[in-house]
């Protein structure tokens, strides 16, 4: 049928429809398309097709005509395409455009159906506006009800994207200024992990991409295809991944951009306006949003900061009570470990749920001195801590440094790594476990830059962890601490010095209470104990003898019990014991903790060192007693039941009470030594005096006699002459006694003078018993020479006739009646001469005296005599080179012994036979 | 009147002989010193070297003298020794002793002995005298 056959159907049509021949004019154009274009039939027969086309489009057709023309092939013919068409009024309208072509009379004929889009498009634009309208509702509700962006974005990216139909979008929140990625959103089937990715690591700077175009804009923005966006980051990633047009609008707050929302298609399209415009609205509306929820997250943290200053205030306003309650009870006691003590117990539980505190004690060890819990449960677990776990052997953790470099230490949390790493032991982990170290803070007590301890604070786990502020509280509680350390110290310091000083003048004053040394000493030792020491002993040399041994004790069952202790082990002062040593060196000893060793030495026995082992002894001390020159003797001082121990301090006051007992031991030697020499020499005057006395009584009668004689009658002759001898005969004596005198003074002033000659021994008795005869008569005693014969030597013969003529005189004196033997004889290269008598002998005791000046081994009530005889023989024969010595027993005699060298001490070569 | 040793009156020990001196010294000078002055002066005399000896001689027949010259210092028994055994014995407690010693504390010590001394060197009038006050 022919286009005008067909013609009434065509013009029944509501499509528009419009012919064309091959040349592309109109043909024939039905009243729908005059309608639809505003020409009347008849004016659009004749037109080319590309009279109803927006200019614009002309060229596209002509160019698609032409091929059409030339290869009968279209890219839209037979299909329905969208295309502008433009009435006659100019005005664009979309048509729905289906191109087919018929054949007739030999002539293609192409038939061009409208179909007008503009009530679609209307539709279309309605359901768009209304996603969009949707879409804002979608995201306005989401950030209204949202207390974050962060929250929000998700949400509002789904809701978005669901309701504008876009594939991918990311939400950007501008942070230390970039934008930085929140959220991304992708429609579900629609995969790009890999754009994704790099979003999440992306951030731009204003006009840097995407996102930082839309910032820099301060307006929505669009991409018509993000390949030729060469410049955006996320370019090359975004094509990749099938993505290609693209929006992004920002959101203000406070007239700033605060975000930016950026959308992605999988098509290139053109620029949307109307997008943009509706996204624009919703940039605003989110900003309004998120200005409220940032003005609402500032008023949450303002009440919350508020909530803090205020929890902060008390618990700043707690510490300062606190610290003032800690400040007033540490300054309230001079006692160091109670003043300690104190601390802890106020830690707990105000500030911590346990507290130690550690301080190095006199002797430089570090000791815990506090454990305090607050959970009384606890306690016994705190005293397990505190007894099995000194301070100073932690392993590794932050103690030894707090210790040793001064450095508070806060670690608001502990982990149970950290307590494994600290513990010494299971036990001690099991026991810092138990105890609940969750939360930490330590600080070190200083004294002019010395580590003198430290505090440790510990919270649970279900406490909140120490902060800052709980460190500075620590520190500050640790500056009051150190400072009732200082004074406690020197409290400690000042006590102990007023107390030594104390001691030393109740010493002093207790020394010289007595006149007898040894009374004073025994008052000492007993006030030593039991305040500076559990037992005392003093022992003292006199005379290479160490004295009965002074012993004081509080218990005086126990005194008594170790003075017999010592009485039956005497000391030898050559030994090893540590007073035998303190004895010899004049250094004291200072034993801080006594072990068998020490015992050991001073032992002489298995059952003496059981013996002394039972006393328990823990600490000992000893000190000289310091005389002039010498040591006069030792202090001993013990502690054993109160388990103390002696320190470097104990030991410098103990020297100086033994130096005070030294002096007091040494001035009563003196006085004695002083008393005998005065004693004994007023004996010796007045013996001497007596002595003078008696020759002179007999030549003074004898002289008055003459006298009177010659006044009455005169003597016979041998009379006078007797008389005249007994006058001489005193005289003599007298002379001699005089001499005798002098040689005292002589000697005392000096060595003497020897007149040395060949003296034969044999013949000088001789001589010397000769002038003996008399008085050997008259008192009952034989004399027995067994004399050498050729014992010469070279000595001052007068000195060794004196000698001789005292040991046989003596001898008479004292062993009257009873026969007397001299021998002389050669022994080597010594000459050897003895007198024996067997008269009253001497006491062992005083022959040690004998040869002493002004010693006398007699009583002088029996016997007269200077008593300087025996002294003045032990003159000249050390004076001759030469040595005496005596063996005697009581009732049976004594033998006198003399030994001289036979070679001259002066050389004299041919003296030997 | 010199009368020279030899023939002593006999006495029967009760009633001293107002003669007879005793003189106890252990050196010989001084006893034979008092013996010249005292026999001298008409006096007789016995000596005795020491205590023991003196209490001897005077339990012995016919030595009852009218004073004893006792010095203090002398072997086996001294004087003070001596005095203690006279008086503790009646037949000698009464006997006067003068005590002649030249121990500076003669004074002291003859309170305790009867309280008469005489002190060395004695003159012989001092002598006399102590002797004249208890014999004839």
Known sequence: MSIRDSAPILEGLADAIVAADESGRIIYANPAAAALLGWSQLEMLGMPLSGLMPPRMQALHEAGFRRYQQTHRSRIMGRPVRVPARRRDGVELDVELTLSSVREDGQEIILASLRDLRERVELERQIVAQQRLAAQSAVLSIFVGAETVEGAASGALRALGENLGWSLGTFWLLRDGRLRWVASWHAPGFEATTFEALSRESSFAPGEGLPGYAWQARKPVWIADMKSEASFPRARVAAAAGLHAAFAFPFLVGGEVAGVVDFFQQLPLPVDEDLLASVATMGGQIGQCVERIEAQARLREAVLAAEAARAEAQASQRRANFLSEAGAALASSLDLRETLRRVAALAVPAIADWCTVAALDPEGTLQRVAVAHADPENRALAEEYEARFPPGRHRAGSFPGVLNEGKSVLQPVVTDEDLRAAAQSDDHLRVLRGLGCASCVMVPMRIRGQAVGVISLMRGPAAPSFGEPD??????????????????????????????????????????????????????????????????????????????????????????????????????????????????????????????????????????????????????????????????????????????????????????????????????????????????????????????????????????????????????????????????????????????????????????????????????????????????????????????????????????????????????????????????????????????????????????????????????????????????????????????????????????????????????????? | MLISGGNLPSMDGSSPCDHLVLVVDDDADIRESLSDVLTDEGYQVVTAVDGRDALVKLRGPGVAPCVILLDLMMPVMSGVEFYAEKQSDPKLSSIPVVIVSADGNVRLKASSLGGEYIAKPVRIEQVLDAVQRHCA
């Open chain 1, 471 to 913: 460190l500075r509280m620590a520190e500050e509680l640790a500056r009051r601490a150190e400072l009732a350390v200082d004074n406690a110290r020197l409290f400690g310091e000042a006590q102990r010095e007023r107390s030594a000083m104390r001691l030393l003048a109740e010493a002093s004053a207790l020394l010289s209470s007595s006149l007898e040394v040894e009374v004073g000493l025994q008052r000492l030792a007993q006030l030593l104990v039991p305040r500076f020491a559990d037992f005392c002993t003093v022992e003292i040399i006199e005379d290479g003898e160490l004295q009965p041994v002074i012993v004081g004790h509080a218990d005086p069952a126990q005194a008594d019990a170790l003075r017999q202790l010592l009485l039956r082990h005497p000391r030898d002062p050559q030994g090893s014991s540590s007073v035998a040593r303190v004895l010899r060196s004049g250094k004291s000893e200072l034993h801080p903790s006594v072990a068998d060793p020490l015992l050991e030495q001073g032992a002489s026995a298995p059952a003496h060192l059981e013996e002394l082992r039972a006393l328990g002894l823990q600490s000992a001390l000893v000190v000289p007693l310091a005389g002039i020159d010498r040591t006069a003797g030792a202090l001993s001082l013990g502690w054993a039941e109160s388990g103390r121990r002696f320190g470097p301090g104990d030991l410098e006051l103990m020297e100086e009470v033994g130096r005070r007992a030294g002096v007091a031991v040494e001035n009563a030697r003196l006085y004695r030594a002083t008393q005998q020499s005065v004693r004994l020499r007023d004996e010796f005057l007045s013996i001497a005096s007596h002595e003078l006395k008696t020759p002179l009584t007999s030549l003074q009668l004898q002289v008055s006699l003459l006298g009177r004689n010659l006044a009455k009658a005169p003597l016979p002759p041998e009379r006078l002459e007797a008389k005249v001898a007994t006058i001489e005969h005193q005289v003599q004596r007298l002379g001699k006694l005089v001499d005798s005198l002098l040689d005292v003074s002589r000697a005392a002033a000096g060595p003497l003078q020897l007149e040395t000659s060949d003296v034969d021994l044999a013949q000088l008795v001789q001589e010397v018993a000769s002038g003996f005869d008399a008085a050997l008569a008259a008192a009952g005693c034989r004399l027995l020479l067994t004399l050498e014969e050729g014992v010469v030597g070279r000595w001052d013969r007068m000195r060794l006739a004196q000698v001789i003529t005292n040991f046989i005189s003596n001898a008479i004196k004292y062993g009257a009646g009873a026969p007397i033997e001299v021998t002389a004889a050669a022994r080597g290269d010594r000459a050897v001469l003895t007198v024996r008598d067997h008269g009253i002998g001497i006491a062992p005791r005083d022959q040690r005296r004998l040869f002493q000046r002004f010693a006398r081994a007699v009583s002088p009530e029996h016997y007269s005599g200077l008593g300087l005889g025996l002294w003045i023989v032990r003159v000249l024969v050390e004076a001759m080179g030469g040595t005496v010595a005596v063996e005697s027993q009581p009732g049976a005699g004594a033998t006198f012994a003399v030994e001289l060298p036979l070679v001259s001490k002066f050389a004299d070569a041919d003296l030997r036979r």
